[in-house]
């Protein structure tokens, strides 16, 4: 590439990386809904090989789409803003329990000076509020409410989300063949394996990965219902969503789940010995079924690089950074890895062609 082609190449990417910045507030249901396109494309593409016409399979896909978020509003949610109340309320008898078991404990073991955490204050500001605040769903939609402008805005996006993504699903394949003829004639091919590497590994994490959250969180929350945990429903729903990063949401089911635990049971063995089987049985499934079948070993991106690149996305953009996280990190992995076969066969890499790396000694 030559100096003229590489500039232009900088000047694009910095041009289109201030674009992102100034059209962030705007992008959040553009970029959902092509989530929702690219994931839907594989089952439309199914349903087109049983002889059904593109438009019939993207309008089955989305009634699919529509039951499951029916059933959730009218099944999941109800139950759990009854555990998120449940919650709110218990928050003053953990305050109870920190004041006192927990900190004495904590100051006879390392002899601690009386009231070193003023735990009086907290609660008395937590309880006052408690007494204000009887209804948090009346409260938040009192908020989202004060401004006309601002609720119509969030409603338009979120009725927007439908809009791109069905017509973004129904002309999946026509954009991509368009695309595809743009490219330069010379290096179609560099460019169609570097894009098919970058869709294995982020078809593989976005579709695979999801789907083990949902089966984690299915089989986390039903345990932990069945054992008879009252948070059951929200905490198995937590620690499904923890689990886009690998062993994050067993550490953060099993946390939250055992905190849960010692509040309702007491110290009976039992009930705790049943949420670490439930824990424990999930984490098997997941090892030896559920990644293995849904994932597979094309993910190629380590937690470590997921938390980065989620952190990073939103403090560079926000909400928009989120969703652009996971492809741009699952792209620059791709690239780096061609920089890397490319750094092994170079001469910089290369044993030198002596055979020793030691200077001679001049005569």
């Known amino acids: 590439m030559i100096d003229?082609?590489?500039?232009?190449?900088?000047?694009?990417?910095?041009?289109?990386c201030g674009l992102l910045y100034l059209l962030a507030p705007i992008l959040s249901p553009f970029l959902i809904g092509v989530l929702l396109a690219y994931m839907g494309d594989p089952l439309?593409?199914?349903?087109?090989?049983h002889k059904l016409s593109r438009t019939w399979g993207v309008v089955v896909v989305f009634a699919l789409i529509t039951l499951i978020l029916?059933?959730?509003?009218?099944?999941?949610?109800?139950?759990?803003?009854?555990q998120l109340v449940h919650l709110y309320e218990m928050i003053p008898q953990v305050l109870d329990w920190l004041q006192t078991q927990a900190l004495p404990w904590i100051q006879l073991q390392f002899g601690l000076n009386d009231g070193f955490w003023h735990f009086d204050q907290l609660k008395s500001a937590f309880s006052g509020q408690m007494g204000k605040t009887t209804d948090i769903v009346g409260s938040l939609l009192s908020t989202a409410t004060?401004?006309?402008?601002a609720l119509l805005a969030w409603v338009a996006n979120l009725l927007l989300i439908p809009v791109v993504s069905f017509y973004l699903m129904r002309d999946w394949d026509l954009m991509l063949s368009r695309l595809r003829s743009l490219l330069p004639r010379?290096?179609?091919g560099l460019v169609v394996q570097l894009f098919g590497e970058c869709h294995e590994v982020l078809g593989a994490f976005l579709r695979g990965q999801l789907l083990v959250m949902l089966a984690l969180g299915v089989m986390y929350a039903t345990g932990l219902m069945v054992i008879?945990?009252?948070l059951g429903l929200l905490i198995g729903v937590l620690a499904g969503l923890a689990s886009i990063v690998p062993y994050l949401g067993v550490v953060v089911g099993v946390g939250a789940a055992m905190t849960a635990g010692l509040f309702q049971f007491g110290l009976d063995p039992y009930p705790l010995l049943g949420i670490a089987a439930v824990f424990v049985v999930g984490q098997m499934l997941e090892g030896m079924l559920l990644t293995p079948l849904l994932v597979g070993d094309r993910i190629g991106l380590h937690p470590v690089a997921v938390i980065f690149?989620?952190?990073?996305?939103?403090q560079l953009f926000g909400f928009t950074g989120i969703l652009l996280a996971l492809p741009v990190a699952a792209v620059i992995m791709v690239l780096v890895r061609h920089l890397h076969d490319f750094y092994k066969l170079s001469a910089l890499y290369g044993e030198p062609v002596d055979g020793s790396d030691e200077p001679s000694?001049?005569?």
Do not use: F, H, T
């Open 146 to 149: 004060a401004s006309g402008l």
């Open 70 to 82: 029916v059933i959730m509003l009218l099944v999941l949610l109800p139950m759990l803003g009854k």
């Open 186 to 188: 010379g290096r179609e």
């Open 44 to 49: 439309v593409d199914r349903l087109e090989r």
């Open 4 to 16: 003229s082609q590489r500039w232009i190449w900088i000047a694009a990417g910095v041009l289109l």
């Open 228 to 230: 008879g945990l009252e």
């Open 309 to 314: 690149a989620i952190m990073a996305g939103g």
């Open 361 to 363: 000694n001049p005569a």
